[in-house]
Structure formats: C-alpha cells, structure tokens
C-alpha cells in the first residue's frame, strides 16, 4: 500500500447499526475494506435510541461536554462500539435530539444534523485522533466542510473533505437561520456561497466547500450535470467539475453471500442451485402463495416512492398479473398511493402478488434468494445496490437504464452474450413490460439461455476492492488540496 491515511467517515446510516437505504450498506462496507487496505478508518453517526447500545458493546469514551449551538451551548457525549471489524465507530450522543422513533424527517432535523456536523469536529480533540481527511456522506455532512474552511480553519483547516452524493434529491434545505444555528458569518450567505434561493441548502454547502466531490456511479456523474438530473444543483456540479468524479458502489459480499446467509431456507452457489429452489419455495410459503413450481418469482425490494418507478411498475403489474403465470413478490415502504394501489392488486390476485409493506431486513434477504427476477424501474438511480445484491443471489436484474443501474446491468442478447440482465431505456410502461416479456420468454422458452444468464449474474463482481482504490486516491487528492490552500496567507 501507497501510504496509510487516516480517515473519518462521517455518515446518518451505517449497517448494523442504523439503516433506512443504501447509504447505511455503503457506510458498512467502505470502511472494512479501506481498513483491510491498512488505513486507520473511523466511522461517525448520531447516537439514534433505536441503536441496541448492549448488542453492539457502545461504551463512553468522551464524557459529557459542550459545544456552541447558535446562541447556546449543548451538552454532547461520544460512545464506541467495535461491531464493525478493524473500524471503530463513533456515535455523537444527546438523547433530546437523536433519541426519536425514525432517524431523518424530525421538525428539528435542522438542529439534530447542525450538532452533528459540528460535534465530530469538537470530539476530535478530547479524542485525540486527528484525521487526514474526512468523508461527507450526503446532506446530513454538508456542514462539515464549510467548518473546516470557516469556523475550524486554524485548528483543521488542513484536513481534507471528500463529500459523496448518494442522493441528490435530498438536499437538507432550511430557512437561512442555520446560518446562526452554525454560528456562521453572514457575508458567506451569497449566491455563489451558502445561500441557495433564499434558503440553506446542505447538501451545496458541502458540494461547494469539500475538497473533492463524487458521486456512485459515473453515469450519475454524469447525469447530474444536466437540468434533468440536477435537481436544481447542476450549476455547482458543473462549477465544480474538477473534482467531480462517479465511483460505482460496491457490496459487502460477507453480508451478502448465498453460500452463507443465515437469513434463508437453505445455502446455494453458482455451482449447485438446488437450494436456491428451495429459497423460492421457502419464499412462496412465508408470502402465502401457492408453491407454483413452474412459474417465475420477480421480485421487488425498494421504497415505494416515485423514483424508484413505483408509477410505471404500477402500470405494467395489472396486465402481468392478469395475462402470465407467474408471481410478484413485493416488499416496501414509501407513498401511501403505492400502498393502496398494491394492496387492492393483491386482494385480487391472491395467487400472483404477495406484499410486505415494511422494512424487514431479513425478509430482504429471502426475497434476494428466492426470486428468479429482480425488477427496478428507476426514474434515476445515482447507483442502486438492489441489482448487485440480487446478482449475488444469481437472481436476474430488470432495470432501467440509468445511473449506476446503466452502470452495472447489460442486456443479455443471446447464449454467449455476457448480458447479465435485461434493460430497457424509455419511460413508457410497454418499454418496462418489454423487458420484462424478454427475460420470462428467455425463462420459459429457452433453458439453455436462461441457465447462462444466470451465471452471468452470479459472475458479476461488484466487491468494494477497486473502488475502495479509487476512494484512497480522491481522499490523498482531497488532503494535498486541503493542504495547499491552508498554506496560503489568506487562509492562514
Ligand atoms: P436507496 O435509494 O433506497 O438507498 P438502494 O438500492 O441504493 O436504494 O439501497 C436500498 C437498500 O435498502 C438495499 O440494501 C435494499 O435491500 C434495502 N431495502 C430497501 N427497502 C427495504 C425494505 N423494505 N426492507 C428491507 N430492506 C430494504
């Protein structure tokens, strides 16, 4: 290894700990492999009531202090737990703001993330660890490089800050008092600054105060670069294009592993695949549906939300469930529109469509394992982790192409095609249903194909190695850059 770095990965969600999506799986995995790599990696997170302090061993390790918060002082504690192989993790506790019922979407998100951002900085010191560079993971992080630039400038000024778009659509946008909440100076509420229609917007102050940015995939790369995509940011990607950069995402293939999975009925690999037969029938049984032997099990694991393509799955499930055989395994939560259009569909299909509207990591595991189909729809992706976890299963990705889905999923066109999916482009529900009719034809029709389809998706390798690399190489950029310009008087 190059040299060894010193890292702090500040993120809302980490598996085991705390997960609502994709960002928690990728907080869980990075890390472990920087840390194989020889790095000294440490992760940082609200301290959520939800977290079971006794299973994961979190002990104190700063005593109460406090930190300015506007024109207050809030009185924090860190705690530690080393649940997670060779990275310990950090947790900024205050019961009065992270111990809620849900993790985001509190009337005071604006205070719980404010205190966050600038508690990791405060609790450096009583920790005595400094970190080379910090990793900012979406809106809830987007502080973070400001202070280092700002408020903390001569003490940190030259750590360096990567900050990671794992959605763009979420951006942590408030009224201007953060500025007072964060104890910033009014001349950086400017357009080209802090300021971002009137309002406070986390997620650009991190874009334009990180050293380096990045996104999941390089089809979102570059994708957020136009007004389609850029959800109102693509003026500052585009300002900063630079340091703009798109690394795929990867999985935690000892989380999620056929040949090891606790969760499902039994074990199974490319190489012997009758237990994944019974997966599906386990499957079949836990949903309540009848144990066809014959007919497929697509399955959709996804918040229910507009961009996940809730809408044109909406429109394609009437006319499948109606004229195929085969069966929808559902599990989701999201809009309520989406859960009343399923849950009528379901009543009148019992035989073909079984729902779980919920969040059941375990049940996400047997439906990985158990399906034969994994559909995803998107509207965007920036890169989805769902089609590389069902590929670990050997389960057969349809998506849209978009983002990291047009990143990691080919079209399978024929016996030695390498295709490990089936893909379509437009938006129209017959573009979604096309597909689908490719991948059951091959199903049902064409053995020999289908056998080699899935193989190509348990051949797809999406392990971290490569772009925990590549993440090495943007935080040594984001460091020297950091460094350069601390070095200057202006800044000093
Ligand atoms: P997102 O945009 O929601 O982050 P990703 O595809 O990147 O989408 O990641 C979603 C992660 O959350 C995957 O690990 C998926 O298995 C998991 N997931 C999504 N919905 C559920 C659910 N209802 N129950 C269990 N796991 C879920």
Request: negative net charge; contains cysteine; hydrophobic residues 40%.
């Amino acid at each position: 290894m190059a040299s060894k770095q010193k890292i702090l990965f500040a993120s809302a969600e980490v598996v085991p700990f705390a997960k609502t999506g994709g960002l928690a799986d990728v907080a869980g995995a990075l890390p472990k492999v920087l840390a194989q790599m020889g790095h000294d990696v440490r992760i940082v997170m609200p301290r959520y009531g939800s977290i079971d302090g006794e299973k994961f061993g979190l002990r104190e390790v700063v005593a109460p202090f406090t930190i300015p918060h506007g024109r207050e002082q809030i009185e924090i504690s860190v705690e530690q737990s080393d649940a997670i192989e060779g990275v310990p993790t950090y947790f900024i506790r205050n019961d009065y703001l992270y111990n809620r019922d849900s993790l985001y979407g509190q009337p005071d998100d604006d205070h719980r993330f404010v205190a966050y951002d600038r508690g990791m900085l405060e609790m450096l010191d009583p920790l005595g660890w400094r970190p080379d560079v910090i990793h900012c993971n979406d809106w809830h992080t987007g502080l973070v490089p400001v202070f280092l630039k700002t408020t903390y400038a001569d003490l940190y000024g030259d750590i360096g800050s990567l900050f990671t778009i794992h959605n763009l659509a979420y951006q942590g946008t408030f009224s201007p008092h953060i500025m007072e909440l964060a104890g910033l100076p009014w001349e950086l509420f400017t357009w080209d600054q802090l300021a971002f229609w009137d309002h406070f917007n986390f997620m650009k102050a991190g874009l334009m105060y990180a050293d380096k940015i990045n996104t999941v995939s390089p089809t979102y790369a570059k994708e957020t670069c136009t007004e389609e995509f850029g959800e109102g940011l693509e003026g500052v990607l585009a300002f900063r294009k630079d340091d703009y950069a798109g690394i795929l995402n990867g999985i935690d293939y000892e989380e999620w592993n056929p040949e090891r999975d606790p969760y499902i009925a039994a074990k199974f690999s490319a190489d012997n695949l009758e237990g994944k037969t019974k997966c599906k029938h386990a499957l079949q049984k836990a949903m309540s549906l009848p144990q066809w032997k014959d007919a497929p099990v697509l399955g959709v694991i996804s918040r229910l939300s507009y961009q996940k393509g809730l809408d044109i799955l909406d429109e394609v499930l009437p006319d499948l469930l109606e004229n195929h055989r085969l069966q929808v395994v559902i599990l989701g939560t999201g809009e309520e529109q989406y859960h009343d259009l399923l849950t009528r569909l379901a009543l009148r299909y019992p035989e073909k469509l079984a729902i779980a509207l919920k969040f059941d990591n375990a049940l996400a595991h047997q439906i990985y394992a158990g399906s034969d189909f994994f559909l995803m729809p998107s509207r965007y992706e920036p890169c989805g982790l769902g089609q590389l976890i069902s590929m670990a299963y050997g389960t057969v990705p349809i998506v849209r192409a978009t983002g990291g889905l047009a990143d990691s999923v080919k079209e399978f066109k024929s016996i030695r095609s390498t295709g490990n999916g089936f893909v379509f482009e437009g938006l129209e529900p017959r573009d979604f249903a096309a597909a689908i009719e490719r991948g059951l034809k091959c199903f049902t029709d064409k053995p020999e194909c289908w056998d080699r389809v899935v193989q190509n998706a348990f051949a797809s390798d999406f392990s971290w190695q490569a772009s925990a690399k590549k993440y090495a190489k943007v935080y040594k950029d984001a460091q020297a850059k950091a460094k350069t310009n601390y070095q200057q008087p202006q800044a000093a």
